[in-house]
């Protein structure tokens, strides 16, 4: 009966040591973070746009329409990848910036399989540009990242590429 007081005494002793240490604002035992774990997380901070871990340059005067942010929606037209997405608005004009990604690895190459998209450089980035991907004659800009697909819908190409970073 003593060992097993004993031992019970040693425990509670090693408890409250470890909840003090961890009471340290430097130091935690929390495995919990802001970070979705199966997409990571969207971060807009000062015109810096940080999605699955690239990051964005938002114009000026551009403000996030929070209630569109997606994180790590199943995307419909890809198979096995998901997409994280955010809106930015100013005066009537949206940017949208849509990451594409996969656990199964990277995306290797991206064609242009939309009626009217062509290979176009913007900002010394290759990729693919249509001039009317949603029917509102904005241009959209689609390239290869990290092994991530980007797409930036913009209000015209000097506004795509002031987003790319």
Known sequence: MRKILMIGVVLLAICISISAVSADDDWSFS???SENTDGGSI???NGLLKIQDLE???PEGYEENESAQKLAEDAADIEDAKY???Q???DGKEIV???FFTDA???ENLTATEEGAVEKTIAGINGIY???SYGDNTPTFKYLKDGKIVMINAPDDDTIASVIK
């Open 84 to 86: 994280s997405a955010c």
């Open 31 to 33: 495995f919990s973070s």
């Open 97 to 99: 910036i849509t990451v």
């Open 43 to 45: 971060n807009f901070d």
């Open 105 to 107: 690895g990277d995306f």
């Open 130 to 132: 249509s001039e009317n």
């Open 88 to 90: 930015f608005i100013k």
């Open 56 to 58: 964005f340059n938002i």
